[in-house]
């Protein structure tokens, strides 16, 4: 690939294994790889021959989209809990931020290892909470919260808005003494949202 070549490709679309110069003639960078001396594109994306410094580089044609996929475990908040579930906003997926809008459905019966009386002793609306996503069911997430580290991660009075405070078997909140029940994950108040 001579200099004139390398200005014509410069930002034009190559494949996987497209030659993109030589190693004598230029040093490979990001999204490249060599072999028996020749530099080839790792990925599709766009060629960048940097002239001044003798680099080439490909830069990714697309970015990577983030649904949530079974086993994945998602950081979300809780909408209006129902009797037997609540509508979960997706936040992240694997600690990454989603790329779109997502919601899942938390179930009564996938919200802890023991019996659940109601969804307001799990969670209650605003709480932040991290679960797993254990369906794609009719193209909804169905997630659980039964796993030690999983549940939620920052709970709110219901009463007043204070964050709660983990009390043995309950969460007492320090501005108004009320007390309720969630179910919180083991690292409750130390996740960085």
């Not at 294994?17 to 594109?41: A, C, H, Q, W």
């Amino acid at each position: 690939m001579s200099q004139k070549l390398g200005e014509q490709r410069s930002g034009h679309l190559v494949l996987p294994g497209e030659r993109l110069g030589v190693i004598e003639e230029f040093i490979p960078n990001s999204g490249t790889y060599v072999k028996d001396g020749v530099i080839y594109s790792k990925m599709v994306g766009r060629a960048l021959v940097d002239l001044l410094n003798k680099k080439v580089s490909v830069y990714p044609l697309t970015h990577v989209t983030r649904v949530p996929k079974v086993s994945n475990i998602v950081l979300g908040q809780a909408g209006n809990a129902q009797s037997d579930n609540v509508l979960v906003r997706i936040l992240k997926i694997n600690s990454e931020k989603p790329s779109g809008a997502f919601s899942g459905i938390l179930h009564i019966s996938d919200a802890a290892e023991s019996y659940v009386n109601s969804m307001n002793d799990v969670c209650r609306t605003g709480d932040v909470l991290r679960a797993r996503v254990i369906s794609e069911k009719n193209q909804i997430y169905h997630l659980s919260t039964a796993e030690n580290n999983l549940g939620v991660l920052y709970a709110f009075c219901s009463n007043c808005g204070s964050m709660l405070e983990p009390k043995r078997h309950e969460m007492r909140c320090p501005k108004c003494g009320r007390m309720e029940n969630r179910k919180i994950a083991a690292d409750y108040g130390k996740e960085t949202l």
